[in-house]
């Protein structure tokens, strides 16, 4: 499959402290993205990272692109217990940027 | 602005019974459409997508089909459900890759459809 593995598959911190996920995949793309769930919901769409880049920045979030190791880290900086969701990255392929593969997702909990 | 509509919002369904889950989205022209079905707990799987009218890529057979009668209608089919066809199915929708370098914008996600098959 296009898309490989996010770690963890679930991470629990307390509020305030940072929150890392890692996102690798295994094809050339053209995007990343990342996106977020709450429970029972929609995917909502946080931030979004070109090939060409290796950083970018939203507000509290930050993401990295390391296209030679294929993998995508999200960092959640002063976590809340509002951040409390479902985080997943997606990707294009380079050769059939149509279809968006998502990864199988990072559970967070962040406890008050 | 652009808005996507997904219905129903929750379905029990015999087993053997049909399906039939409909998507619009509103404020675009030609996007690009999606389903997809999300496990319990797990990821997204991506069920279909389509470039434009009547053009269906399927991404895993199974025992759903997929349909675009107009330019905003994006419908998920079963003729006869199974108990593995149990899920959180969501409908997304993106804007083409025409005129846009690199290639393509974020997904925007209707609410889910939860289909519970009894």
């Known amino acids: 499959s296009q898309q490989g593995e996010e770690d963890p598959q679930a991470l629990s911190i307390q509020e305030g402290e940072n929150a890392t996920m890692n996102c690798s995949y295994k094809?050339?793309?053209?995007?990343l993205q990342w996106y977020r769930q709450n429970s029972g919901r929609g995917l909502v769409h946080l931030i979004l990272?070109?090939?060409?880049?290796r950083e970018k920045h939203s507000g509290r979030l930050r993401v990295t692109l390391d296209t030679s190791k294929k993998s995508s880290s999200l960092l959640i900086t002063a976590s809340r217990a509002a951040d409390t969701a479902s985080y997943f990255c997606?990707?294009?392929?380079?050769?059939?940027?149509?279809?968006?593969?998502f990864g199988p997702g990072t559970s967070l909990s962040v406890i008050p | 602005s652009q808005t996507i509509h997904q219905w129903p919002a929750t379905l029990v369904q015999p087993v053997g019974s049909p399906l039939s889950l409909e998507c619009t989205v509103e404020?675009?022209?030609?996007?690009?459409l999606y389903w997809y079905r999300q496990a319990a707990g797990r990821g997204l799987q991506l069920l279909f997508y389509?470039?434009?009218?009547?053009?269906i890529s399927s991404e895993v057979p199974q025992n759903l089909s997929a349909s675009r009668p107009q330019d905003r209608q994006f419908i998920l089919s079963s003729k006869k459900l199974l108990l593995s066809d149990s899920g959180f199915y969501l409908c997304?929708?993106?804007?083409?890759?025409?005129?846009?370098?690199?290639?393509?914008?974020?997904?925007?996600f209707g609410q889910g459809t939860r289909l519970t098959v009894v």
């Open positions: 997304a929708w993106r804007h083409s890759g025409e005129g846009l370098t690199p290639g393509w914008t974020e997904a925007f």
């Open positions: 094809t050339s793309i053209n995007n």
């Open positions: 990272i070109r090939s060409n880049e």
């Open positions: 997606a990707t294009d392929a380079l050769t059939s940027y149509d279809k968006v593969i």
């Open positions: 404020g675009t022209s030609n996007p690009n």
């Open positions: 389509s470039v434009g009218i009547g053009q």
